[in-house]
């Protein structure tokens, strides 16, 4: 998959998260939203077609490298996309989850419009 589709699969990301929240869905599915839109917007900047040889804290990893520590890419929002993923669940294997905590209606709402200069952000930089 290359850049601009990921960069699309962002975008509809983010519509659906806005629709969830029109829509009074659990807000950790909006959060799962607004956490994949930032995701494959890393993956379009980092311009990684094919990801199944890493995980995501590798890919975090390397977007902190090449990107923010450089100064490439704001920090505050960085660190959105991480805040989004303190509200993932951590699975051994599909039997075993650790559930965390939902986030509040506040939390999401706060954390769209950072997702849509995110984006923003992303689409600079893959061009």
Do not use: W
Request: aromatic share 12%.
């Amino acid at each position: 998959m290359n850049r601009h589709e990921r960069l699309k699969i962002s975008q509809d990301y983010v519509n659906e998260a806005k629709e969830l929240i029109s829509f009074g869905v659990e807000t950790h599915y909006i959060m799962n939203a607004l956490y994949y839109s930032m995701f494959n917007a890393v993956l379009a900047v980092l311009d990684i077609d094919d990801f199944s040889g890493y995980t995501h804290d590798k890919i975090f990893e390397v977007f902190d490298e090449k990107l923010v520590k450089k100064k490439k890419f704001p920090e505050e929002l960085f660190d959105s996309l991480k805040f989004a993923r303190t509200f993932r669940h951590k699975c051994d294997d599909d039997s075993s989850c650790e559930l965390v905590p939902e986030p509040t209606l506040d939390e999401v709402q706060s954390l769209y419009p950072k997702v849509i200069d995110f984006l923003s952000v992303s689409v600079q930089l893959s061009q």
